[in-house]
Nanobody, 120 residues
Framework: QVQLVESGGGLVQPGGSLRLSCAAS????????MGWYRQAPGKQRELVAS???????NYADFVKGRFTISRDNNKNTVYLQMNNLKPEDTALYYC??????????????WGQGTQVTVSS
């Protein structure tokens, strides 16, 4: 059974940076696509970024140019580097494992989430 454990969330001022990490266990990590979702209070969950097993990345328009997803298959870890954070980035961020088909990522397993709060 796969386990996904996020870390790195916290409180940051607007314009600041955070790096989220997600350690995966119980899976052959390198074979799967990975993704980050987020959910803000009162809003629907939304896909932020994904990365295929080959390293192809995809981003939501609202984070393009600010966030970078990457993976280290030797460490079974996926990262989300978040720069120039805005108050509207405040949300619970979830690490996911999934598959990518025809360029679309679908999550099948979820972590517990890590809170990111952007506020002055």
């Amino acid at each position: 059974q796969v386990q996904l454990v996020e870390s790195g969330g916290g409180l940051v001022q607007p314009g600041g940076s955070l790096r989220l990490s997600c350690a995966a266990s119980g899976t052959i990590f390198r074979l799967y696509s990975m993704g980050w979702y987020r959910q803000a209070p009162g809003k629907q969950r939304e896909l932020v970024a994904s990365i295929t097993s080959a390293g192809t990345t995809n981003y939501a328009d609202f984070v393009k140019g600010r966030f970078t997803i990457s993976r280290d298959n030797n460490k079974n870890t996926v990262y989300l580097q978040m720069n120039n954070l805005k108050p509207e980035d405040t949300a619970l961020y979830y690490c996911t494992r999934g598959t990518t088909y025809n360029g679309y990522y679908r999550a099948s397993d979820w972590g517990q989430g890590t809170q990111v709060t952007v506020s002055s």
